[in-house]
T-cell receptor, first 113, second 116 residues
């Protein structure tokens, strides 16, 4: 059974700093991995999808990397802004034909103005 | 608005009552998923559909839960004889299977259920 861990559980940083969020998963035989953000009481917003054949994916100030062999993914946020405050969740997909997402408990990020 | 929509956004019900939620996926998305999220936890997979076929159900989906997607478009999730432990956010997501291996899932705003 896939288990996902995100450390730290909570993180506060001053505005403008670069930061890294970590995600680890126990079963490295994944098909792809998706990063989401969730604002309090809201649904999930997809940020990035990394295919298992890729090592990283970029969108604006966000860069996600994937190392399947070590069961790790990181989300790098450059030049953080108060609007980046949210909970960030990573979710690996088990394999082709089984697209259910497995989530950890996320990292709650607070950007201090 | 072309995103995933869910209705209602909030539902308060008394223990023992039945409730039904609706999800409208992004137009032309052939895959539809249901997840449940309790406070402080990540979402947990419940079930998913490819068109109208229900392909997988989690063991979390007890016999009080039933999901349908009769015409391969919108889906409903029904909970019978609700219990307080059913209180959660119910999230719907959809994706498009192009047969090329990229199944990015897009989520709706969720339905928050409170069972009193």
């Amino acid at each position: 059974k896939q288990e996902v861990t995100q450390i730290p559980a909570a993180l506060s940083v001053p505005e403008g700093e670069n930061l890294v969020l970590n995600c680890s998963f126990t079963d490295s035989a994944i098909y792809n991995l998706q990063w989401f953000r969730q604002d309090p009481g809201k649904g999930l917003t997809s940020l990035l999808l990394i295919q298992s054949s890729q090592r990283e994916q970029t969108s604006g100030r966000l860069n996600a990397s994937l190392d399947k062999s070590s069961g790790r993914s990181t989300l790098y946020i450059a030049a953080s802004q108060p609007g980046d405050s949210a909970t960030y969740l990573c979710a690996p997909v088990a394999n082709f034909g089984n697209e259910k997402l497995t989530f950890g408990t996320g990292t709650r990020l607070t950007i201090i103005p | 608005d072309t995103g995933v929509s869910q209705d209602p956004r909030h539902k308060i019900t008394k223990r023992g009552q039945n409730v039904t939620f609706r999800c409208d996926p992004i137009s032309e998305h052939n895959r539809l998923y249901w997840y449940r999220q309790t406070l402080g936890q990540g979402p947990e997979f419940l079930t998913y559909f490819q068109n109208e076929a229900q392909l997988e159900k989690s063991r979390l989906l007890s016999d009080r839960f039933s999901a349908e997607r009769p015409k391969g478009s919108f889906s409903t999730l029904e909970i019978q004889r609700t219990e307080q432990g059913d209180s959660a956010m119910y999230l719907c997501a959809s994706s498009l299977d192009r047969g090329q291996g990229s199944y990015e899932q897009y989520f709706g705003p969720g339905t928050r259920l409170t069972v009193t």
